[in-house]
């Protein structure tokens, strides 16, 4: 259900749908707060995907690839420069495989906060 409302751009529902799981036996994992994640991008959403992404560390769960993927973006879209390289420096640290797309998403979000210093860096 979750897939489906980030298909169609509903992040709110998708949200909702996560909360309710949280507080029965339906188990949170990755893959939830993923596609939760994912329609905020999506819905333009960065503050809610890096809410998310905080809820899911205090879950005792850990961010992989297509999360962090997905919150990069959400901050790309909004020139959120500083986050976006902020999660790219952790998603380093912690050696989480990387690609050209991902970097071009933060690379992205350096230009449109007119950060042209921070991308060459990349």
């Known amino acids: 259900a979750i897939s489906a409302c980030e298909k169609c751009q509903q992040w709110e529902q998708a949200a909702a749908l996560l909360n309710s799981m949280e507080g029965h036996v339906v188990p949170v994992d990755v893959i939830s707060f993923s596609g939760v994640i994912s329609a905020c991008e999506k819905g333009r959403q960065w503050e809610r ?10 879950s005792k769960l850990a961010p992989d690839t297509i999360v962090c993927s997905a919150v990069i973006s959400a901050c790309e879209k909004s020139g959120r420069w500083e986050h976006a390289l902020s999660l790219l420096d952790e998603m380093l640290a912690k050696n989480l495989p990387t690609d050209l797309v991902l970097f071009s998403a933060v690379i992205s979000a350096c230009e449109k906060g007119q950060k042209w210093e921070q991308a060459l860096r990349l």
């Open 49 to 58: 995907a890096l809410g998310l992404l905080a809820q899911l560390k205090q």
